[in-house]
C-alpha cells in the first residue's frame, strides 16, 4: 500500500532484449519505471528484483512475459518460459523468484497478450469488439483480445508461425524459421529480411521488391486474423514497422486481398499502436492481481 | 410449453440445400424433426413456418444459418444473409420472418457457430478449453468457441478464406474462390477438387496426389487455428471429409507442419465430429433464448 492509501501494483515487460519495470496505481498511473539489459536468468531476475525491493511494498505484480510460456495455472511449469532458444531461459520459473522474492500474488501472461489487452482497452482498440497485436522484429507474434478477454485456448497463440502464399518474386528464399523455415516469421522477421536482402527494410529504397513483398506477408496475416476470428482492429508494432509507409502498404494489400468478401467489412482496421512503445508495459501492469 | 411444462424450444439448421428444422425440450431431448429442401426464400420460409405452426405452440427459436449474416444486434440487417451468391437469399431476414411468424423470441448465429457450440458442449469438445467446427464440402466454413463462447469479432469467422503455402505438385491450378481464387476453399472444397480432378475425392484411387495435396491444405487450416488461436480441438465435418483416411492424413501432415513447436502440445487434437450430422441441429437449439 503506498502513502496514498491506493494498492501500488508492480509491472514487468521481460522481453528477450530487455526487461521493463515498472510500479504504478493504475495501466494508466505509472510512478517509477527502469530498464534493465535481459543477460542470463539469475543476473537478470536478481537485479529486477532488487528494484521492486527498492520501490517499498507492492501489492502484486503483473508479468508480461517473451515465451512460449506455460499459462496452465494447473501446471508445475506455470509461469516458465518453456523451449525458448535463448540460452539458459529455457524452463526458467519467472513467475516463482518473484513471488518468492516478493511475497506477493503474480498475473502472468505474454508479453503480446499483454500488450494487446492494454491496446484493447486503453489505446487503438477503445470501443472495438475485438483486437490484435502483431509485434514485427526479431521475431514475429501476437496476442488477441475477444470478447474483452485475451485468448489463451491450449496456452496461447504464436500467431508468426503461419504458412502463406508466397509472392511470386519470392519463391528462392528457404525462409530461416528453425522449425518451419519459410512459415511468416521465417520470411518476414526482422532477420529473415537481412538474411535475404542483407539489409533492413528501412534501409532499402522504397521501389525495392522487398517492401512489396513483406507487406504482402503481413497483409496476409490480417486477412487469415480476419478469417479465422473476424478480429475489429488490428494493430502492428515492432521494430520493422518502423520502415515509413510499410503500415500503409499492409493495409492496402489487406484490402486487396479481402476483395471486399467478409461481413465485417470497414469495421476491419489495420493501425498503429495507440500507446506506442508503452502497451506491453501498461498490459502487465493490468496482469497484476488487484487484492 | 409442452404438456410436460417444460419449454419447447424450437430451431432451425438453415443450410443452401436444406432446411433443419426440429422442437425440443433441449440440444439433447429432440421431440420432433423434419427436412425441406432449401427453394428460393419464400416458399422455404413459408414451408418451414407451417411445419412449427403445426408442432404447437414454441417458446422460443434458435436458428443456425448459412451466411455470410449480419449478427449485429443493433443493425437493421440483423439476422439477415447479406451478400450470398444463392439467388434470391442475398438480404433475407431470416430471423425477422419467423419472429413475425411465429411471435418469439430469435436466436441466430451462423450454422458453423451452432455446431461449433454444440460440438464443444456435448461433442468432441466435452472438458476442452477451446474449439474449432470446420466444414469441408461445397465450402470451407467453421466456428470456434473459445471461453464457452463463439467467437464473433466483427462479425463471424469465414475461416475457408485464408491463403496457403502452395503443395509442390499443385501450382498450375488458378483456383475457384470467385473472392480469392486460390484461397483455401478456392483449393481445396469439393468442387475445386472436381475442377481439378474431375472426381471427387473419395472416387480417386487412394495413391492419388490428391490426397496428399488436400490433406496439406486442411493441415495449414488446423496449423493456423492453432497459430493463431491455441484452439485445442479441431472437428473436421461436412462431405469431403467422408474420404476413407482423410482426417488421418491431415492429422498426420498438421503434425509434421507444426514440427512440435506450439506450446499447447499434445492437447491440439484432429478430430470427426462427436454428434455425428446431428451438431448444427443440436447447436441451433442451444442458440433458441431460454425465456
Known amino acids: 500500500m503506498s502513502s496514498t492509501g491506493e494498492p501500488l501494483l508492480g509491472a514487468i515487460e521481460a522481453g528477450g532484449t530487455k526487461f521493463v519495470l515498472a510500479v504504478g496505481h493504475s495501466p494508466t498511473k505509472i510512478i517509477a519505471r527502469h530498464e534493465i539489459p535481459t543477460r542470463d536468468p539469475v543476473t537478470t531476475l536478481v537485479q529486477a528484483g532488487d528494484w521492486f525491493v527498492a520501490q517499498g511494498v507492492i ?53 503480446v497478450n499483454a500488450a494487446a489487452l492494454a491496446e484493447y482497452q486503453y489505446g487503438a482498440g477503445k470501443g472495438a469488439s475485438s483486437l490484435a497485436y502483431v509485434t ?37 528464399f528457404a525462409g530461416i524459421c528453425p522449425y518451419h523455415s519459410d512459415c511468416l516469421e521465417g520470411l518476414a522477421s526482422g532477420p529473415a529480411i537481412k538474411a535475404r536482402w542483407g539489409a533492413s527494410l528501412s534501409e532499402l529504397p522504397t521501389d525495392h521488391i522487398a517492401h512489396e513483398i513483406i507487406a504482402d506477408y503481413l497483409a496476409q496475416l490480417a486477412h487469415s486474423l480476419i478469417a ?24 492496402q494489400r489487406a484490402a486487396e486481398l479481402g476483395a471486399g468478401y467478409f461481413p465485417g467489412g470497414s469495421k476491419h482496421k489495420i493501425v498503429s499502436p495507440g500507446l506506442g512503445q508503452n502497451a506491453g508495459l501498461a498490459g502487465a501492469l493490468m496482469l497484476a492481481p488487484l487484492v
Do not use: Q
Open 59 to 111: 501489492n502484486s505484480l503483473g508479468i508480461g512475459s517473451f515465451g512460449p510460456v506455460d499459462l496452465n495455472r494447473s501446471s508445475p511449469l506455470w509461469g516458465h518460459i518453456t523451449h525458448t532458444p535463448k540460452p539458459g531461459w529455457a524452463k526458467c520459473d519467472v513467475a516463482g523468484y518473484f513471488a518468492d522474492r516478493l511475497g506477493v500474488p503474480i498475473g502472468f501472461d505474454t508479453d
Open 136 to 172: 514485427v522484429g526479431t521475431g514475429i507474434g501476437g496476442g488477441l483480445v475477444l470478447d474483452g478477454r485475451a485468448v489463451h485456448g491450449a496456452a496461447h497463440p504464436e500467431l508468426g508461425h503461419i504458412f502463406l502464399r508466397r509472392h511470386v518474386e519470392d519463391h528462392e
Open 228 to 251: 479465422m476470428t473476424a478480429v475489429e482492429i488490428i494493430v502492428f508494432g515492432g521494430g520493422v514497422m518502423k520502415t515509413e509507409g510499410l503500415l500503409e502498404r499492409v493495409d
